[in-house]
């Protein structure tokens, strides 16, 4: 079946440890995107990459990173720097934007 | 600028019960797309439905349907007869076409639905 896949679905980090969330796709989109998701809150879009090689930051890009080097896999990078990184997050992917996202199940980060 | 808002946190109803969730927009584009995602308690959004700026007409969709005002800048969704499975976390967002990239979600109506 084609679809997003998220792992790990939870991570604990110590503070001052970067992490890294994997975010796969086989849905051949050339869109992928990763949110963030706090109790209570709507979405916020960290990054997002269009195609391969290319990203933009979004609203909340501050301590995080992302890379593009497939198609396929859109990993994101918490480090140190992010100052409250507990939360959880989404990645998506689209064929275009306009049609919607698919999402993945989301991965649940803990600072401990 | 670019806002949605779903003024109600939670709404708890008992099952057979007809619920409306509301959602208001805010956006100077004339192109816009608006969505309504399901995130139960698994955790992951599960698309329902999209609507562009042009078009108003109302959707049926089994036992849900929208309501797509552009007087009101609302879109709301109703639930017919809800069901016990439609217990989720409901997500209104906006997407303009400053930069489709940009989804602007709304902070979610938890609904409950008591057997």
């Known amino acids: 079946d084609g679809g997003i896949t998220q792992s790990p679905k939870y991570l604990f980090r110590k503070e001052g440890q970067n992490v890294t969330l994997s975010c796969e796709q086989n849905?051949?989109?050339?869109?992928m995107y990763w949110y963030r998701q706090d109790p209570g809150q709507g979405l916020r879009l960290i990054y997002y990459?269009?195609?391969?090689?290319?990203?933009q930051k979004g609203d909340i890009a501050e301590g995080y990173s992302v890379s593009r080097e497939k198609k396929e896999s859109f990993p994101l990078t918490v480090t140190s720097a992010q100052k409250n990184p507990t939360a959880f997050y989404l990645c998506?992917?689209?064929?275009?934007?306009?049609?919607?996202?698919?999402f993945g199940s989301g991965t649940r980060l803990t600072v401990v | 600028a670019q806002k949605v808002t779903q003024a109600q946190t939670e709404i708890s109803v008992v099952e057979k019960e007809d619920v409306t969730l509301d959602c208001v927009y805010e956006?100077?584009?004339?192109?816009?797309?608006l969505f309504w995602y399901k995130q139960p308690p698994s955790g992951e959004l599960v698309f329902l439905i999209r609507?562009?700026?042009?078009?108003?007409q109302n959707e049926i969709s089994g036992r849900y349907s929208w309501n797509f005002q552009k007087s009101t800048s609302s879109f709301n969704f109703t639930i017919t007869a809800s069901q016990v499975v439609d217990s989720a976390v409901y997500f209104c967002a906006l997407t303009p076409s400053d930069n489709f990239n940009k989804f602007y979600f709304g902070s979610g109506t938890k609904l409950n639905v008591k057997p």
């Open positions: 956006t100077r584009d004339t192109t816009y797309y």
């Open positions: 998506a992917s689209s064929i275009t934007a306009t049609y919607g996202y698919t």
């Open positions: 849905l051949n989109h050339d869109a």
């Open positions: 609507r562009n700026s042009f078009d108003e």
């Open positions: 990459s269009q195609i391969v090689n290319d990203f």
